[in-house]
C-alpha cells in the first residue's frame, strides 16, 4: 500500500486542520492505521490509530479529546481532525498501515515499529 498525506499548514494556537492521507494499492480497511509525529531533535511518537473492521479508536494522552481519527473506506483515505491545537502539537506527522489482525477488540498498536507502510509526511506548525 502507498500512502500520501496532505492537509499541513501553519496555524495559530487554538485553530483546526485536517490531515488526509491517501491510500492506493490496497484499501485501508485491511490495516490497523496511525498516525505518529516527529517535532526535530524528537522521537518519532504515537498520536492516534484506528483498527480495522470495527473501527476502534485510540489516542495518546496529549491529543485526547482535541484530535480525531476516521477513516473513509470508499475513498480510501484516513483522517485526522485536529482541534484547539497547542505549539507543542508543531511536528512533521506521519500517517502508517500496520497489516497486523489484532484479535483484541480494543487493542491499539502503538509502537512504530510494527507499522510496515509509511507516507512520507506533512508539516504542521502552530504558532503562538
Known amino acids: 500500500v502507498q500512502l500520501v498525506e496532505s492537509g499541513g499548514g501553519l496555524v495559530q494556537a487554538g485553530g483546526s486542520l485536517r490531515l488526509s492521507c491517501a491510500a492506493s494499492g490496497r484499501t485501508l480497511n485491511n490495516y490497523h492505521m496511525g498516525w505518529f509525529r516527529q517535532a526535530p531533535g524528537k522521537e518519532r511518537e504515537f498520536v492516534a490509530a484506528?483498527?480495522?473492521?470495527?473501527?476502534?479508536?485510540g489516542y495518546a494522552d496529549s491529543v485526547k479529546g482535541r484530535f480525531t481519527i476516521s477513516r473513509d473506506n470508499a475513498k480510501n483515505t484516513l483522517y485526522l481532525q485536529m482541534n484547539s491545537l497547542k505549539p507543542e502539537d508543531t511536528a512533521a506527522y506521519y500517517c502508517?498501515?500496520?497489516?497486523?489482525?489484532?484479535?483484541?477488540?480494543?487493542?491499539?498498536?502503538?509502537?512504530?515499529?510494527?507499522?510496515?507502510?509509511w507516507g512520507q509526511g506533512t508539516q504542521v506548525t502552530v504558532s503562538s
Open positions: 502508517a498501515a500496520d497489516p497486523t489482525y489484532y484479535y483484541s477488540a480494543t487493542y491499539i498498536q502503538r509502537s512504530s515499529q510494527s507499522y510496515q507502510y
Open positions: 484506528i483498527r480495522q473492521t470495527n473501527d476502534y479508536t
